[in-house]
């Protein structure tokens, strides 16, 4: 008898006063990445900032890239234990730079998130400069490669995780998108995720791909100027409305975390319904 009570007093300790259960207590049985070291690249705003705060609020310590060191610096300011490494995703010694400081300061890489993007002005083909086109897909494709390259020998220790963010723009046509650059680095980022994930199967690298559609962050802005902009976005999508940048983050979470230990390879729209029309 005395048992009990002495039991009932202890876990009595663990509520509120109000009764409710001690969620401070409760979330730290709960984090899904304790331990776990993240990279997020083009983490210092939109998808990738909203992905790194989520990762971090479960448990992992984050290493941001950006290309602007002074938003890189806000960003790290907002995100719970996250550190911040500036870096040109189109230089490869920039690339090496970051993975290097995170192997010296941490001594392992467990997620890497190939996030960083650019979306280039809307132009039909005949109008693109061969630049423009570079450009894009060398931030958009090659700089995933990059970063991939240089972490597989660390994710290779830690049966690591990647998920690449591509888009709905890569798994289908649009009419009047005119954004065939993007569309096709997008597109090409969802094959090699499936190549990546058979290539490093063995070492029990999980590789999966988010495809977002219209997400309210800066690099849609240009799209959503007036209510009437807002109004045709939001009925592009079947479920009513675009996305907000937590919405992929937490898709994220789900392959970085062990819920996904026996999923790999996959394509995972997150847009609405948009591609399904």
């Not at 776990?36 to 705003?45: C, D, E, N």
């Not at 570079?134 to 995780?161: C, M, W, Y």
């Amino acid at each position: 008898m005395y048992k009990i009570i002495i039991f009932y007093v202890i876990f009595y300790a663990y509520l509120q006063v109000d009764g409710s259960i001690n969620y401070e207590f409760q979330s730290k049985t709960l984090l899904r990445l304790s331990g776990k070291i993240a990279l997020v690249t083009g983490g210092s705003r939109g998808i990738g900032f909203a992905t790194a705060k989520i990762l971090s609020e479960q448990g992992a310590i984050v290493a941001i890239t950006a290309k602007n060191s002074e938003r890189l610096e806000k960003a790290v300011l907002e995100i719970p234990n996250a550190i911040g490494i500036a870096a040109d995703i189109r230089k490869t010694n920039d690339v090496k730079n970051v993975v290097n400081k995170i192997i010296e300061k941490f001594g392992k890489l467990d997620i890497l998130v190939n996030n960083a993007g650019i979306f280039p002005e809307i132009k039909k083909l005949h109008e693109i400069d061969e630049d423009e086109w570079n450009k894009v897909l060398d931030v958009n494709l090659t700089g995933q490669f990059r970063f991939t390259k240089e972490a597989i020998p660390h994710l290779q220790k830690t049966s690591g995780s990647i998920i690449n963010i591509s888009s709905d723009a890569g798994i289908k046509a649009f009419q009047g998108f005119n954004a065939d650059a993007y569309s096709a680095s997008k597109a090409a980022l969802i094959l090699l995720t499936k190549c990546w994930a058979l290539e490093y199967s063995k070492d029990k690298i999980r590789v999966n791909c988010i495809c977002p559609g219209v997400v309210d962050t800066d690099m849609t802005k240009p799209f959503l100027k007036t209510e009437k902009d807002k109004e045709f976005m939001d009925s592009e999508h079947p479920i009513g409305r675009i996305g907000q940048p937590d919405e992929v983050g937490k898709a994220v979470l789900y392959f970085a975390s062990d819920d996904a230990s026996w999923t790999t390879g996959a394509i995972l729209t997150v847009d609405g319904g948009e591609s399904i029309k």
